[in-house]
């Protein structure tokens, strides 16, 4: 089940900031957020701001653009930011733990488009969108029955 839940303009990082935090305050472990959008239309800025909610605002997140991943361990869960722009084939995908990531962590996905075969059944899309006078995203949900993004409407 596709759930189209809302358009958020994000006319600020602000505006990145306070969509993260409230999704970074529900996650659980399991939970796979995929980041599309365009070159430069804000997926680092949102999984920045998402990871902080958890380690402070001084805490350097560097884009994975050529790690592929970068890990988080929280306390209670372990959080995975994958950009997997420059991802070669899908054969590469097993080297860098994603099948263990998106069972037990909480997974934060640049370029998804690149799952292939792998992408989740059961994710939480967000879909970013930049042009020169406005930012926008839509949060989408596939295959989550429960209400705990209701908060977010
Ligand atoms: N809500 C926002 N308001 C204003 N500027 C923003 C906003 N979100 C991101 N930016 C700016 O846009 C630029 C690109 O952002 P970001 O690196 O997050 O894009 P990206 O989608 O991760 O790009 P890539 O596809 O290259 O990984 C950065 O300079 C960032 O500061
Ligand atoms: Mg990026």
Not at 63 to 69: A, D
Not at 79 to 102: N, P
Not at 129 to 146: C, D, F, N, P, S
Request: glycine share 6%; hydrophobic share 35%.
């Amino acid at each position: 089940m596709i759930k189209t839940l809302k358009t958020y303009p994000l006319l600020s990082q602000e505006d990145t900031k306070t969509l993260a935090v409230e999704l970074a305050k529900t996650a659980q472990k399991g939970d796979i957020f995929l980041l599309e959008g365009d070159l430069g239309s804000g997926k680092t800025t949102f999984a920045r701001f998402f990871i902080r909610h958890f380690f402070g605002e001084d805490v350097d997140i560097p884009s994975p653009t050529f790690t592929l991943v970068q890990t988080y361990p929280t306390p209670n869960l372990l959080i995975w930011h994958f950009d997997l722009y420059r991802l070669k084939d899908e054969g590469e995908i097993q080297e860098l733990g994603l099948e263990e990531a998106l069972s037990t962590g909480v997974c934060l996905i640049e370029w998804p488009e690149k799952l292939g075969s792998y992408k989740p059944s059961r994710c939480i899309v967000l879909k970013f969108e930049a042009t020169r006078e406005k930012r926008y995203v839509t949060l989408e949900t596939i295959g989550y029955w429960e209400t705990r993004f209701d908060s977010l409407l």
